[in-house]
Antibody, heavy 117, light 110 residues
Framework: EVRLVESGGGLVKAGGSLRLSCIGS????????MNWVRQSPGKGLEWVSS????????YYADSVKGRFAISRDNAENSLFLQMNSLRADDTALYFC??????????WGQGTVVTVSS | QSALTQPASVSGSPGQSITISCTGT?????????VSWFQEHPGKAPKLIIY???TRPSGLSTRFSGSKSGSTASLTISGLQAEDEADYYC??????????FGGGTKVTVL
């Protein structure tokens, strides 16, 4: 069974930093691209960033470009999101999601990030 | 990276069929057959219910079906049941090698 577990969320002041982690199990982690998707309170889903299986292709939403950095450690089956210069509008539930070709087929339960102004 | 357009809400009675639309552009929905649909119940993670426009994941109810015409994709739920009450999101892969989501549609079973 595919399982994704996020951690690292918390309360941080505007301008601060956080590092999110996601550990995958039940599949060969390095065979799949991975993504971060967020959901602001009471709002819809917003794609944040993606990284290919080998880590050589990386993409970001315009809203986080230059502030967030995605990375992975395939030896540890881990995905990361380094979030810097955090703003109030980054407050959200952050999900990691596996990319199976062109669909996001498995999701974790998410980790909450709250940025206070 | 503009969000795809979905109706805010759709409702139907048990047993009826409802359809949710998802409108994008030639850079996403219209340009690729990579539209997905997700069901999200409160407090739960999104669940993939349709991918590649028309394909259901293994084991998923045949009451869910997808289609596309031009830059508009659609999700149809037939034989509406109480358990179908949830938020539904469409998503598309884009020409920028990114993903874009719709704003979400709240489905209410009357």
């Amino acid at each position: 069974e595919v399982r994704l577990v996020e951690s690292g969320g918390g309360l941080v002041k505007a301008g601060g930093s956080l590092r999110l982690s996601c550990i995958g199990s039940g599949f060969t982690f390095s065979d799949y691209g991975m993504n971060w998707v967020r959901q602001s309170p009471g709002k819809g889903l917003e794609w944040v960033s993606s990284i290919s299986g080998g880590g050589d292709y990386i993409y970001y939403a315009d809203s986080v470009k230059g502030r967030f950095a995605i990375s992975r450690d395939n030896a540890e089956n881990s995905l990361f999101l380094q979030m810097n210069s955090l703003r109030a509008d980054d407050t959200a539930l952050y999900f990691c999601a596996r990319a199976n070709w062109f669909s996001l087929d498995s999701w974790g339960q998410g980790t909450v990030v709250t940025v206070s102004s | 990276q503009s969000a795809l357009t979905q109706p805010a809400s759709v409702s139907g009675s048990p047993g009826q069929s409802i359809t949710i639309s998802c409108t994008g552009t030639s850079s996403d929905v219209g340009g690729y057959n990579y539209v997905s649909w997700f069901q999200e119940h409160p407090g739960k993670a999104p669940k993939l219910i349709i991918y590649d426009v028309i394909t259901r994941p293994s084991g998923l109810s045949t009451r869910f079906s997808g289609s596309k015409s031009g830059s508009t994709a659609s999700l149809t739920i037939s034989g509406l049941q109480a358990e179908d009450e949830a938020d539904y999101y469409c998503s598309s892969y884009t020409s920028s090698s990114t993903w874009v989501f719709g704003g979400g549609t709240k489905v209410t079973v009357l």
